[in-house]
């Protein structure tokens, strides 16, 4: 695992000096979706990390936002957004950051999340613990939702569709102390991880969003789960992460919350 740490830690660093190197750049910007936008950023920091992984790893697979997924035989896959906030990134707002995680025989034992522009490199193991710059991670202890600050995010189809969160977003506003909408799931989980939000939910997200920010949270003492409390898997696309103590009163805030739409 040494090795896979070691890797993890310097491909996270490399790519996320890429990513600030070129924040001033003038970006090239392709639209996935109506608001939904990649830049030559977000596809350049893949390339690197899939290269690095190509040259060290050649029998893993890989699963990056930016590509097709590469399936090997070997159980072992790497999960990546390489650019996670990409809006953020592409207007200069420096909030954003890389995720990696490396999953074996289906379960995250590796996860990482770089911030470049504050040099945080948020790190988890399974069952080693999670750690800021070398520093351990520990949840928060608030206890009330009425004193937590939370965060959330909202869906690239937010016009279209309205399943979008906005009715949990009033809810939660009206019941926390403050919700923020910062721009990247991968940071608001490594922020969970870390004390400094007390709890984060969202819709509609895709593995390489989570797959390292959910394993910082669990290291870190949290607990993650989907909107009701029941198991998360990766696919699972809504998501609830907590320091466990507030983790009750969110999941029941959001169920008693009438939906926007008939599914
Ligand atoms: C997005 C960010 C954002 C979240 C979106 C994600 P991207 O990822 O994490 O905070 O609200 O749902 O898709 O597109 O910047 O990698
Ligand atoms: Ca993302
Ligand atoms: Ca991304």
Redo the contacts with the bound molecule.
Sequence with gaps: MDRYRKFIEATALEAGALLKDRIDHRHTIHYKGEI?LVTEADQLSEALIVERIRASFPDHGILA?ESPEMSKSSGIRWII?P?????NYAHGYPVFCVSIALEMEGEIRLGAVYNPMLDELFIAQKGAGGFLNGRPLKVSQTAELSRSLLAT????DIRENRDNNMNYFEAMALNAQAVRRA????LDLAYVAAGRFDGFW?L???PW?MAAGVLLVEEAGGVVTDLHSAPLDLLSPHILASNGLIHDEMSRLLARTAPLYNP
């Design positions: 939904n936002e957004d650019l996670d906030g990409t809006t995010g909202f869906p690239y721009g990247s799931a991968a969202e509609k997200l895709m969003d």
